[in-house]
């Protein structure tokens, strides 16, 4: 009877909040051994590496940080960010790591609006950092990463990382409340100011849990450190390392030629990348001569990598699967699962479904495709475009300090990706652009993305960027930004040519503009400053 | 600032109960056309399966089952099991799957006890259920699984389960609360009345999630189902398969020829089975006469199987993995995870080490050994006796209604498990007894389990149970019951002499006595009886 089942109240024994820091202590003691990351000359084992990770922790609560208390780290891929990742939230307090690409007045402005308490930065990041503080006429505390297996000396902008390392080991401590906020990771918007992504511990637990299920991780995996651990934390994959025992292999810099070293040397058998680390990697001359055996496990999410990438990675041993994730989502919500039949297809046939985005993660709870009209799902026809919505325990809490934006975020009880897709019949989905670049020409979408890609095609064409310009009779039509190569000439007609001879007339550019396309500091084009160009550029008839 | 991350309440789009439910709904999206499970000439893909699971479902609220009601189920392993592994929560029923081999008086105790409003029954069953109506001069409505592969006709004891699987399927529904329960297990105790251990919706995702993470299940195994669903939910690997669009096959009975048919046939790639069946199925003339080929992962819990089936299994292409845990625990929280340095022990180290209960799986917080006395951990000697304590998602509510049993094994919130054990330098725990089976005799405990390892190595013992006999000098003192093999004798002296030759002498029996030894309709020895009989021959000195 209900009420005799509901009078079993949790307790102590049966209830824990769900943390990855349970992650770090079990492998502590199940994999004490084992090596979890290695460094240029220097491994450590779990139980070294959690011992590590527990005496920062101390060091962070002896100065004053506890839980609601966020803590600012500038560094690339190394293994004290690894450790940050644990010991920060061990002792209660919210991980804001910091894209390290970015100018000084952004960084400024997430270090006030974040309310960061302290930073915790990589030597070669201090120039920034300072520049930052400038701007934000206040400094706060700092502790100084110093790299010494890049070579780096202390410049003394703050304490050394390595004196937090000394401090004797902490308790190990769960949060109160599993959805205790554990990481802020702030957007890299195009437009407007970058916005404070919050996650908590149970999101994070189901993240990790949910892609060594949905990737099948083994135990023990040597995994490549590539994705920036300032990317939704580096898609929660340093949590789900502990996990499974995993190895963490370090090279600081996503140089090809480290990579391939690391590689070789370490039998790397998982990896994810973004999709030109993943086009560098093949094509350096530093890959091997011989595919790699065992094959390596590669994810990349993103504009997928061209075929001819796709193939040549399978050439070199590497099978790679697409994913597809934002920020708002921990990182993956989908992947492009491969199909046992596909493998009797032509390899251009397979790189175009290796280009889907998939299919849903174990931990994510709805994956739809929405035609936001009506509210109803998408057609699976693979030509009806919708707007990604996703539900489940791994969409951030919200927007730090911003409920407007996290109140339009969540409307209608989903959240919002902003992203234009399709569903196919076997139910793969595949983003065709971002809900706010496509272009609606005489009732048709037009992807932006697609009419970029034709434009690409072209030989003089170095980067190009598709916006809709207001037409008389179509409502928008497609409009080209393009900048040209060096020492290399097109004319507008010429461009509209080749692009009419590649993809449907509709869809070809009716206006070309040459011109260097404004970029933000990490190098995404500003859509919205082409879009004002496009709209003073008047109604086209 | 604190407050500023307290302010983002949990909403629709980014909290979900945790449910299993989840699993399915995704399989029958993500792995739609891909087997879930084989009986004879049967396989149903993942989306046939999930529209079967809710129609049952939509059938069951017909019947007026909802939230907190009970359903018992009376059935070995069959598909229509494993779709009430989904389709009883899903209409927010209880599933309480009764151990097929208990006489009927303990049916009819169950069915009492557990407020079970239905009884799904398969046609084998029928007369145990209906001799438990009579005991209880009351019967519950019934619906029969007719289980035509196996040649069974109706024998119209209820409405055929057919008819429910032919309702219009409902929609998915997940719990309000993921706490809600979601299955109750009565534990076999060897004395008393059985208790009703209940799992919630929260602990069995956990537990399928830890057990693929913890067991390294791939994408789409093939698994072959020979654990009994009624022994914690076949340690909830139902649940797990609808993570990994698994394949699981069904041969009703647990015969070795048909375990090895449908591991060739299919190509078995998973499974787990109790030492006895494991022992079976290598000691099977059926047995392939070349290793089976990829190798099988085959998880085994219960006593350790003998070094010589290890060793067998292995020759035959069995990867054997010793697990460990209670009914209260939702199946195994502990795992011999292999390590590879045993790869180089000669082979009877190799089963040695096998033997081990070994590490946490992913989804326990704490696994310990306690010396009850001081509530310190026991040193990792080897050598030192303590209590298997434990803390997790994974921990059984409490037992269903009673809360003096509850309270008991929740002690200092932990769940105390009974058995006594020591862990190793290595960190892998090994159980040595079930605590109260522990003699100490002149301070030293004595393993009753490893007095009845060397009784069983004499050629005339059938069968062989150890108890403590109160002792003047020494507190307790090893006191044998022995059942003979037919047609063999032997006389005490012998057996003490035998047991002096290959184990410490303080540890050998200082009585033994010839009887058939009493057993529950399950097969278990019942040592309260034998304690009482060793009691009853007075204090030996």
């Known amino acids: 009877m209900r009420e005799e089942f509901e009078t079993l109240a949790p307790c102590s024994a049966n209830h824990v909040p769900l943390s990855p820091i349970s992650f770090l202590k079990r492998a502590a003691q199940v994999y004490g051994k084992r090596p979890a990351v290695t460094y240029g000359p220097v491994t450590r084992d779990w139980a070294g590496f959690a011992s590590r990770c527990r005496a920062v922790a101390a060091g962070l609560a002896r100065l004053g940080l506890g839980r609601g208390d966020t ?29 390290i690409r970015l100018e000084p007045e952004t960084v400024a402005y997430i270090l006030r609006h974040s309310d960061s308490r302290l930073v915790i930065c990589d030597t070669a990041l201090a120039p ?47 949060p109160d409340d599993e959805h205790q906020a554990l990481a802020l990771n702030y957007t890299s918007g195009t437009t407007g100011k970058p916005k404070g992504v919050v996650y908590h511990h149970r999101g994070a637990y189901l993240m990790a849990m949910g892609t060594v299920a949905g990737w099948g991780l083994p135990q023990h995996p040597t995994y490549l450190s590539v ?41 790397v058998t998982h990896l994810g990348a973004a999709p030109i680390v993943m086009q560098m990697l093949v094509e350096s001359p530093h890959a091997p001569a011989t595919p790699f055996s ?11 990598p061209p075929p001819s990438v796709l193939e040549r990675a399978s050439a070199l041993g590497l099978d790679v699967m697409q994913v597809y994730g934002l920020t708002e989502t921990y990182g993956h919500i989908s992947q492009c699962l491969w199909q046992e039949e596909w493998s009797d297809l032509p390899p251009a046939r397979q790189a175009a479904m290796q280009a889907m985005q998939g299919v849903a993660f174990p931990m994510v709870e709805d994956l739809r495709v929405v035609d936001r009209k009506t509210g109803l799902d998408v057609p699976a026809d693979g030509l009806t475009q919708g707007e990604i919505a996703v539900r489940g325990n791994t969409v951030m809490s919200g927007y730090y300090k911003d409920a407007t934006a996290t109140a339009r975020a969540f409307r209608d009880g989903w959240f919002w990706s902003g992203d234009a897709a399709v569903v196919h019949p076997d139910g793969y989905v595949q983003i065709r652009d971002r ?29 190009a960027a ?13 409009c080209a930004f393009v900048e040209l190569r060096a020492d290399m000439q097109a004319s507008e007609a010429e461009i509209i040519a080749f692009c009419r001879d590649r993809i449907a007339h ?24 082409l879009r004002e160009a496009a709209k003073a550029l008047g109604e086209q008839s």
């Open 128 to 174: 920034v950092l300072q520049a930052a503080f400038a701007l934000n006429r206040q400094d706060l505390p700092v502790i100084e990463i110093v790299d010494e297996v890049a070579g780096h000396s202390a410049t003394r902008i703050g304490a050394p990382y390595e004196t937090l390392a000394e401090s004797a080991p902490c308790d190990w401590t769960l």
């Open 466 to 478: 598709v916006v809709a310009r207001p037409h008389s009779r179509w409502g928008e039509a497609p």
């Open 435 to 463: 809900l706010k670049d496509v272009i609606i020409s005489g009732g048709e979408n037009i992807s932006s993305v697609e009419v970029e890609a034709a434009l690409h095609r072209h030989p003089a064409v170095q980067v």
């Open 227 to 267: 994705v920036p651990m300032f990317h939704c934390n580096g898609w929660n994959h340093p949590w789900a390392m502990a996990i499974v025992g995993g190895h963490m292999i370090f090279t600081r810099d996503a140089l090809p030629e480290k990579l391939w070293a690391a590689i070789a040397s370490h039998r």
């Open 294 to 304: 065992p094959r390596i496990k590669a994810l990349t999410a993103g504009a997928p």
């Open 506 to 529: 509709f869809k070809a550019p009716r206006t070309v503009v040459f011109q260097t396309l404004p970029k933000t500091a990490t190098g995404k084009i500003q859509k919205y400053l």
């Open 71 to 99: 803590v600012a780290v500038l560094s690339p891929n190394t293994p004290a960010l690894f450790e940050l990742h644990f010991a920060v939230p061990l002792c209660g307090a919210v991980l804001n790591t910091i894209n």
